[in-house]
């Protein structure tokens, strides 16, 4: 009885130790769980593949570097083939940091006119543009190829490099003092100087083109290289400087 009683305890203890030198086994879900981790990819930035693979116009890409830290939240460049949104969201505050910067230029173009006088006159056009969206897309779409052909450059860096040197840092205001009124100057903030920069860019295209042989296309695609260039010769370039030296006057 004593050996039947040795051998059976040491057939249990050569069971037990047999149990725990084998791996326990995972549940099912445990298991599962286990084999859909090992199974994940490293995910990539949506927004950055995006940004490569989707083309302005189908031809351009949107991998422009801003240079100006100021207008870094305001220049929007949402990976968009043909930026059209129809300004959804309008009613919402600072919405224009949210619309492509390709269709604020649309709708700087789509205007009647200068609506001041340059030159001597203020320029009617009649409504040539205005709320025809289409066709300012296709007159953007023709002078940033015409961009390219000259410069052989990305011509969305050329349209950024433009709105960077022709927006002012500093303008004036009017201040009263009792019965006397004099100019102050004031630092512009960057959703103005965007702001600024998009309306000289458009008015120097229709001026252009106003009354003239050349297309509007050829005249914006002009003053975007003219702009990138820091020439004096453009016009939202000469209203820069313009708006700045009164602001230095009138310190």
Known sequence: ??????????KTEAIASAEQAQPKKKSAPRR???????????VEDTRTHQRSTTLLFGKYSYGVEIHDPSLKNYVNLTPIEYPMTFRR???????????????RLENSLMRG????????????????????????????????????????????????????NSAPIEDTTRVRYGGIIS???????????????????????????FKKKRKIDEALADELILAANNDVNSYATKRKNEIERMARSAK
């Open 113 to 164: 006119g200068t609506g001041s006088k340059i030159g001597g006159h203020v320029i009617r056009t009649e409504g040539r543009l205005q709320g025809k969206k289409q066709k300012v897309i296709k007159i953007i779409e023709s002078a940033f190829d015409k961009v390219n052909e000259r410069t052989h450059k990305n011509p969305l860096e050329v349209f950024v490099r433009a709105l960077e």
């Open 89 to 103: 969201g309008s009613q919402k505050q600072f919405s224009k940091a949210d619309i492509n910067i390709i269709e």
């Open 1 to 10: 009885m004593a050996q039947e009683d040795v051998s059976t305890d040491v």
């Open 32 to 42: 599962k769980a286990a084999q859909a981790e090992s199974n994940v990819q490293p």
């Open 183 to 209: 100019n102050v100057a004031v630092d512009v903030s960057a959703s103005r100087r965007l702001d600024i920069a998009l309306r000289n860019v458009a008015i120097a295209a229709i001026v252009g083109a």
